[in-house]
């Protein structure tokens, strides 16, 4: 008696893991392009927020220091801040900004588009900082940003490297939020039905529907239909417990 249940158990246990391997890469495949979708975007907003910080707060920071002397009085001390050194970071770090809410927005060929306006504004925002970093300061531009009177000549200039360095993070954060944008799907296969127009998603439950009366009839084994898609084929006109395929009336 003991050796004739075994088998029976031994069988009940092998359809159950037959069923549950036969969903599990169902479930794994429609959910992986979504997911890669949503860690892409992800990924890329953080980076585009990274930069935007390092960009704004570099440009609130001296970056060089210049004394001048005129002959009339005592030496001036000016204090260069990044949105006049590298008077392009504010407005880069607004475009990183921008392209944070431009993200959600556009996909496909949009995106790859963003992902090239966005390093270019990494290169924009790397420049002035590898300049500063691996250049001397020059003295005529230190004059000029600081608007010293002609007569005026500058004795000494000091540059400050944190602010090139917040810079130039934020510049490979940009680069980086490039890159995630660019990785970006292109299409839109693998996104949720409930995305689609509801006459698609009509046809497309009523598709599944019919598939699943007739690997049932066929076979014994068919599509499992969650209740939604059961409500879902039977606006469609499909009747989901008739093998037949028959459209109800």
Do not use: Q
Request: hydrophobic share 45%; with cysteine.
């Amino acid at each position: 008696m003991s050796e004739d249940a075994t088998p029976g158990k031994a069988s009940s246990e092998s359809d159950s893991d037959s069923d549950s391997s036969s969903v599990n890469p169902i479930d794994s495949d429609a959910a992986s392009p979504k997911g890669g979708r949503s860690r892409s975007a992800a990924v890329a907003v953080v980076f585009l927020l990274v930069g935007a910080a390092c960009l704004w707060g570099s440009s609130r920071m001296t970056w060089v220091h210049v004394t001048s002397f005129d002959g009339l009085g005592e030496e001036r001390s000016t204090d260069l801040l990044g949105s006049a050194w590298a008077a392009a970071s504010t407005p880069l770090a607004l475009a990183l900004l921008a392209a944070v809410a431009a993200s959600f927005a556009v996909k496909g060929i949009a995106s790859r588009v963003l992902a090239i306006l966005v390093l270019l504004v990494a290169v924009g925002a790397g420049l002035p900082a590898l300049e500063s970093l691996l250049g001397e300061v020059s003295d005529s531009k230190a004059a000029s940003i600081a608007e010293l009177p002609a007569r005026a000549e500058v004795t000494s200039t000091v540059a400050f490297a944190l602010p090139a360095v917040i810079a130039l993070i934020g510049a490979v954060s940009a680069l980086f939020a490039a890159v995630a944008l660019f990785r970006k799907p292109t299409t839109r296969k693998g996104l949720s039905s409930k995305y689609d127009a509801p006459a698609s998603r009509r046809e497309e439950v009523a598709r599944r529907a019919k598939s699943a009366a007739d690997g049932t009839g066929a076979n014994g084994e068919g599509e499992d239909l969650t209740e939604r898609m059961l409500w879902d084929a039977l606006d469609a006109g499909e009747d989901p417990t008739d093998e037949s395929g028959t459209r109800s009336s």
